[in-house]
Nanobody, 125 residues
Framework: QVQLVESGGGLVQAGGSLRLSCAASGLTFSTIFMGWFRQAPGKDREFVAAITWTGGSSYYADSVKGRFTISRDNAKNTVHLQMNSLKPEDTAVYYC??????????????????WGQGTQVTVSS
């Protein structure tokens, strides 16, 4: 059974930085993508970034491109999301997720199989 535990959220002023981490256990050879999504109050869960577990290719939402960086540490089964130049509109609960198998939509939350409990990020203006 895959388990994901996020950490690193908190309160930061606009322009500041935070680094989120997702510690994973139970991953198997079928793991293809590790992703970060976020959900603000009253809004749908949206894609933030994803990285392939083996090849290291990464993908970003346009809203975070150039500000956020996703990385992985396979030895520690951990994925990080470095968030710089944070804006108030980045305020949300951030979730880590795992997608298994190929040929699925990496940008669609419904195509991910396992989720963490989420960590709150609040950016004050």
């Amino acid at each position: 059974q895959v388990q994901l535990v996020e950490s690193g959220g908190g309160l930061v002023q606009a322009g500041g930085s935070l680094r989120l981490s997702c510690a994973a256990s139970g991953l198997t050879f079928s793991t293809i993508f590790m992703g970060w999504f976020r959900q603000a109050p009253g809004k749908d869960r949206e894609f933030v970034a994803a990285i392939t577990w083996t090849g290291g290719s990464s993908y970003y939402a346009d809203s975070v491109k150039g500000r956020f960086t996703i990385s992985r540490d396979n030895a520690k089964n951990t994925v990080h999301l470095q968030m710089n130049s944070l804006k108030p509109e980045d305020t949300a609960v951030y979730y880590c997720a795992v997608q298994r198998y190929y040929y699925r939509n990496r940008f669609n939350a419904d195509e991910y199989d396992y989720w963490g409990q989420g960590t709150q990020v609040t950016v004050s203006s």
